[in-house]
């Protein structure tokens, strides 16, 4: 009976920190412009990213740490996702067009298996992806693997300057992230 109460009483205690995080917290979405599917963010009104490491599809390890200085653009994606598909070559084309000012992209593969990931990404993309099976890194980033493909943008601190939580056109991206890329630093910035 007492091993009962002790599980009853746990369980009271963790939904009412669910119920209360969940109705007290202000997600930094919802202090940003969204505009169809796309959340832009003020400098001001940036959130720091999460960690985001792991492994990479071709070997080795990478942290986004590491690009600290340029504009990061992340796409979460998957071998099995049509649309992902569909992005693969304007999210290249945007990379080759933007890099020489600063700008890197990663992928970050969610929810496959690591020989359909690294038959995917050949021929379509050189940017590197990391291999994230469990999609850690997308719920990290409040993104459901669910509504994936989805594309981060982080400026040069390391913020989240831009989500978009559908698959992207080069004309459609290319702007938001040469708009990133022109941003002064903030003065007695990181």
Sequence with gaps: MSIRRTLAASLAAVTATAALVGCSSETGESRCANDGGIIEC?????SAAPKIAGDLLTGGRYDVSQARGQVVVLNFWG??????????????????????SGVTFLGINVQDSKDKAVAFEEGRVT???????SSRLAL???????????????????????VIRAAVKQDGLQPIVE????????????
């Design 140 to 162: 990290a980033l409040d993104i459901p693997p669910n509504t994936i493909p989805a594309t981060v943008v982080l400026d040069r601190e390391g913020r989240i300057a831009t």
């Design 79 to 100: 071998s099995w996702c049509a649309p992902c598909r569909a992005e693969a070559d304007d999210l290249e084309a945007t990379y080759q067009a933007t890099r020489a």
């Design 179 to 190: 708009r990133i890329a022109a941003e002064q630093p903030a003065s007695g910035s990181r």
């Design 127 to 133: 940017y590197p992806s990391l291999f994230d099976p």
């Design 42 to 46: 003020a400098p001001d009104q940036r």
